[in-house]
């Protein structure tokens, strides 16, 4: 039986729920700021794109390690991994997923959207999800283990609740764009490069703050007017993009970062 967790933040204006290690409710002074999974827009609240971002059809499938070639779909193959409970108190709660090198796991997009069956990745890791919730904001730290020089790319994917009325945009440090540029680019999600803080603006409730550590990137992707995605990520991937070490991070064999959720 899937078990719903929730923690509260010591005023106990604020909780925050999580199914199965997703986060699927984040709720300040009584005002819900997660998109619902029931809703429509995305089937998730969030997830992770691990150990690639972006779409890998036009390369077969195939990512170029130096331990080998391996099979990865779009956004890599932990969000195909169920996390393990490690541990829950008031205010903080811990998942983890652990993978050992060359263990095949089925691609849930098989048939209908993949023609990939069977997943794999050249080298083991652990990973770890923890969110910690304040009376200010929600935190979320990821954290792995892995073989130094494992070439990696990282991604957060949470979906935020907006209006319906396309009136939100979004602020950052010398810039900005409206939702309505951004649903109108589709599926490929809009870049916010080189920043650590974005700022989602709403006609009325609270606005959100993302701010992270280790990542220094965004995208921005909305599918409808009632939700967004504002995805955290260490590389915006490009459409032609080669996935091999040259194109992507490589571990030091212990790696963090982290995400703060603010209403604001």
């Known amino acids: 039986m899937k078990q719903t967790i929730t923690i509260h933040s010591t005023d106990q204006k604020s909780s925050a729920s999580f199914l199965m290690g997703e986060l699927i409710s984040y709720i300040k002074d009584g005002e819900e700021l997660m998109h619902n ?15 690639i ?16 070639d391996c099979k990865q779909d779009q956004h890599g193959l932990l969000r195909e991994m169920t996390y393990t409970l490690e541990n829950q108190s ?11 090198a060359q263990s095949v796991i089925l691609n849930s997009k098989f048939p209908k959207r993949s023609e990939q069956k069977e997943l794999f990745w050249t080298y083991d890791f652990l990973f770890t999800k923890t969110f910690e919730i304040t009376n200010d904001s929600l935190r979320v730290t990821f954290e792995f283990e892995s073989a130094e020089g494992m070439p990696y790319m990282l991604g957060y994917h949470p ?14 440090k010398g810039g900005s764009v409206t939702l309505d540029h951004i649903i109108h680019g589709g599926n490929t999600a809009f870049p916010v490069l080189g920043k650590e803080e974005i700022l989602l603006v709403k006609d009325s409730g609270f606005d959100v703050k993302l701010t992270t ?4 990137n965004f995208m921005l992707w909305s599918p409808v007017p009632t939700m967004v995605c504002i995805e955290p990520i260490t590389q915006y991937p490009e459409t032609s993009q080669s996935y091999n070490a040259q194109n992507m991070r490589s571990s030091k064999g212990k790696e963090s970062f982290w995400v703060e959720i603010t209403a604001c």
Not at 53 to 68: C, D, R
């Open 37 to 51: 999974r029931e809703d429509e827009g995305w089937a998730f609240t969030d997830t992770e794109m691990f150990p």
């Open 53 to 68: 971002i972006g779409p890998t059809q036009a390369n077969k499938y195939t990512v170029s390690t130096p331990k080998g």
């Open 90 to 100: 008031a205010q903080k709660v811990r998942y983890s997923k652990k993978y050992i």
């Open 159 to 172: 979906a935020f609740v907006l209006s319906g009325y396309n009136s939100e945009y979004f602020e950052w």
């Open 213 to 216: 550590g280790g990542f220094g």
